[in-house]
């Protein structure tokens, strides 16, 4: 079974012009696909009906947020602006929870085109569902949208298996809160059931060993930022009798790389 999670940024990159990313999560060959920052726009742009159609997938789609997308950007060949963890980006803009810095509300003013929408976490799976649901995670008070995991129970070789979809908040905004009902979700779980929790989790593996114990890393690579990656903060995690197999991580446009686990369910007797 192939297990990808790519991090879409709603497919423009953080000067608000259109990327790949879409098309690359396309092209993953993905069994599992977990894409934080799916886009769902109000003018008919929408990225679930496209994979779901494209790839014959079918999941669950979780809106977090009311957003602007700029699709006609422009900016140096950089992937964002320098200081955009400083002055905002110029790509998504929230309002919802957080009003957006000058420099972000000026440049949104001077482009042509401004879409609304909605963004949000988005699960699709080539294989039968046999439950699949949203539980809601704490809002932080310095986030710009709200959380929430997907949990499903899905069949491979009609073997049973959960899946958990995640997009977490960063470590300065208080993500450890989020992890805690990420473990009383997961501890909720049939244990007899394999389990596989992937996703943007926006934190390094060293210190999600503390967070989220009791999980084996299936795929280590490292993932942000795309052009020169130097940290993985995108992870597939395992319990239960998996096998690794191999993955590896590509740059497909967005700010993060999308990751791939190969993975073998060994029989529960075996």
Sequence with gaps: MRVATFNLHAGVDGWGRPSNALEHACELGADVLVCPETW??????DFVATIERRLAMHGLFVPLARAQRVTSGRGPRSWQPVLAHFTGE???????YRVPKPLQRRARDNVASVETGEWGLGFFTTLPITSIHSEPIERLKREKSRRALIVAELLLDEQAFHLLAVH???????SYRQYRRINAIAATLDPALPVILAGDFNCWRPLLRILLPGWTT???TRTWPARHPHSQIDHILGRGPWEKLGGNATDGGSDHRALVAEVRL?????
């Design 40 to 45: 769902r726009g109000d003018d008919g742009t």
């Design 90 to 96: 110029r790509g998504l803009y929230f309002n919802e």
């Design 168 to 174: 977490g908040a960063h470590l300065t905004h208080g």
């Design 218 to 220: 299936l795929v280590r």
């Design 266 to 270: 060994r029989a529960q007797n075996a």
